[in-house]
């Protein structure tokens, strides 16, 4: 098996066998993703220099059996919108600086360093992560590996097309509304996003801070627990942060999912999925049913959203706007412009009004996981859409095509997860969400594991790339 093939708990074991080492593993992935820059764009930074120093020290570590533990030497690409020492954060947005070079990690990134990872490349994001398919005036189009006519998804779109193409089996990104469940869905990734304050994220001066949750993108449910067990671990520079639970999320993660209590929503706030997706979602939840759950359809669990929240957001992006001096306005992606200056206009009042809908929202769900384990719904309500979709528009409507799924659990902090349900008629990934009660990832990952052993999705993968390989 190549070893772009191989999960981060399969290097881990082959560099404590001593059949493959970190050195080796991090040169295949410099070059491979280097080798695909050109059709998928889906690096800012491939940071060769630091990445092969990281691989030798590594090296050394497992050489002597003294490893930093299970991420010591595994190759992870971190998003372009968290702080990474060493190198300036343009959050896909030419108004930043490219020479500002950041001289402190922000809390996941220390974490990852810390424990030997080798963190090789700073991947795409669409400006400030505004949207849900990654492009911007900074970094133009990232495609999706499995037909690069279509997008990867966002904000965390170059961190799943790396992991889906082979560069890199572990990729950190951000979800302030689905951002790393929705390339995952659109790539055929697993990916998770904490209970909000469970993975520290500061410094953080977005208004958006209350939703944003930093997680992982993988290949395996395995994998994304072993990255989690690193960065769930307090700062205390983040004072939303939970307080350390020593959790390893690791634990009984194969414990299957028989007499659990599990709640369907096919559409939940009022969501349209596609009749392609509604299949492939329904036959995944018929798995749930044969693998011993108790599954029960519900109805739309609350109403739409974007008449209680569309002020909320408009309102943030305003403010991000205010930080940036007008002249330089002209070079903003001209769809996160029009929404911001809308924003600039809503009323202390409206903002407010929407944060108490938010804190009805949240307590609504609360009431809810007392009395299912999960929720279940699609991921989203359509495949991938091609790379040039304009956002936000009558064509590919933010609420309705983007996040009708994914933003609700934003605003109320729930944990949440997309795991491959299946394929399109065109070949297309498409994603399950698996939500639970607030701080209960260990739930979602147990059930994660079990559909990901009943229906496994690697074979998929490892063809893609192989494919990715032999271009």
């Given at each position: 098996m190549s070893v772009l093939n191989m999960t981060a708990t399969?290097?881990?074991?082959?560099?404590?066998?001593?059949?493959?080492?970190?050195?080796?593993?991090?040169?295949?992935?410099?070059?491979?993703a280097a080798k695909l820059e050109p059709d998928l764009n889906a690096f800012r930074v491939i940071d060769t220099e630091t990445a092969i120093t990281q691989a030798k020290r590594s090296e050394a570590r497992w050489q002597k059996g003294v490893p930093s533990g299970p991420l010591d030497g595994i190759p992870i690409s971190i998003k372009d919108i968290v702080a990474v020492k060493g190198h300036a954060c343009l959050s896909g947005s030419k108004t930043n600086d490219p020479d500002l070079v950041l001289e402190q990690d922000c809390p996941s990134v220390a974490r990852l360093r810390e424990s030997g990872a080798i963190l090789f490349g700073l991947t795409h994001t669409p400006e400030f992560g505004w949207k849900g398919i990654t492009d911007s005036p900074q970094n133009g189009y990232t495609r999706n590996p499995w037909n690069t006519k279509h997008s990867p998804g966002g904000s965390s779109g170059g961190a799943a097309a790396a992991v889906a193409s082979g560069s890199g089996p572990l990729a950190l990104g951000t979800?302030?509304?689905?951002?790393?469940?929705?390339?995952?869905?659109?790539?055929?990734?697993?990916?998770?996003?904490?209970?909000?304050?469970?993975v520290p994220h500061t410094p953080n001066e977005s208004p958006y801070a209350t939703?944003?949750?930093?997680?992982?993108?993988?290949?395996?449910?395995?994998?994304?627990?072993?990255?989690?067990?690193?960065?769930?671990?307090?700062?205390?520079?983040?004072?939303?942060?939970?307080?350390?639970?020593?959790?390893?999320?690791?634990?009984?993660?194969?414990?299957?999912?028989?007499?659990?209590?599990?709640?369907?929503?096919?559409?939940?706030?009022?969501?349209?999925?596609?009749?392609?997706v509604r299949e492939i979602i329904d036959n995944a939840v018929d798995k749930f049913r044969?693998?011993?759950?108790?599954?029960?359809?519900?109805?739309?669990?609350?109403?739409?959203?974007?008449?209680?929240?569309?002020?909320?957001?408009?309102?943030?992006?305003?403010?991000?706007?205010?930080?940036?001096?007008?002249?330089?306005?002209?070079?903003?992606?001209?769809g996160f412009?029009?929404?911001?200056?809308?924003?600039?206009?809503?009323?202390?009042?409206?903002?407010?009004?929407?944060?108490?809908?938010?804190?009805?929202?949240?307590?609504?769900?609360?009431?809810?996981?007392?009395?299912?384990?999960?929720?279940?719904?699609?991921?989203?309500?359509?495949?991938?859409?091609l790379a040039e979709t304009?956002?936000?528009?009558?064509?590919?409507?933010?609420?309705?095509?983007?996040?009708?799924?994914?933003?609700?659990?934003?605003?109320?902090?729930h944990p949440a997860a997309s795991i491959p349900a299946g394929r399109s008629a065109s070949g297309l990934p498409i994603g399950l969400q698996i939500v639970g009660a607030r701080y209960d990832e260990p739930t979602i990952l147990k059930a994660s594991r079990?559909?990901?052993?009943a229906m496994p999705f690697d074979t998929a993968l490892k063809d893609l790339i192989e494919r990715m390989e032999d271009r």
């Open positions: 399969e290097l881990s074991k082959a560099y404590s066998e001593q059949s493959t080492s970190p050195l080796e593993v991090t040169n295949q992935v410099l070059s491979h979800d302030g509304g689905g951002s790393v469940r929705i390339p995952s869905s659109y790539c055929g990734l697993y990916g998770i996003k904490p209970t909000f304050g469970r939703l944003v949750s930093n997680g992982p993108l993988s290949r395996s449910v395995q994998d994304a627990a072993l990255m989690l067990n690193v960065m769930a671990q307090p700062d205390a520079r983040d004072w939303y942060a939970a307080a350390d639970q020593k959790l390893d999320f690791t634990k009984g993660i194969n414990g299957g999912i028989e007499g659990m209590k599990i709640a369907y929503s096919p559409t939940l706030g009022g969501a349209n999925p596609s009749s392609e044969d693998l011993g759950a108790n599954v029960t359809l519900v109805d739309d669990i609350f109403p739409p959203l974007r008449p209680l929240f569309e002020d909320y957001w408009k309102a943030g992006f305003g403010y991000i706007l205010k930080q940036i001096p007008r002249r330089k306005w002209a070079d903003l992606d001209p412009l029009a929404l911001a200056e809308q924003g600039l206009s809503v009323s202390l009042g409206s903002y407010y009004a929407a944060h108490s809908e938010r804190v009805r929202l949240g307590g609504k769900m609360g009431q809810f996981f007392t009395q299912y384990d999960l929720l279940l719904t699609p991921t989203m309500p359509s495949t991938s859409p304009v956002y936000h528009t009558e064509d590919y409507d933010r609420w309705d095509d983007a996040t009708p799924y994914t933003v609700p659990f934003n605003l109320t902090g079990a559909f990901e052993a």
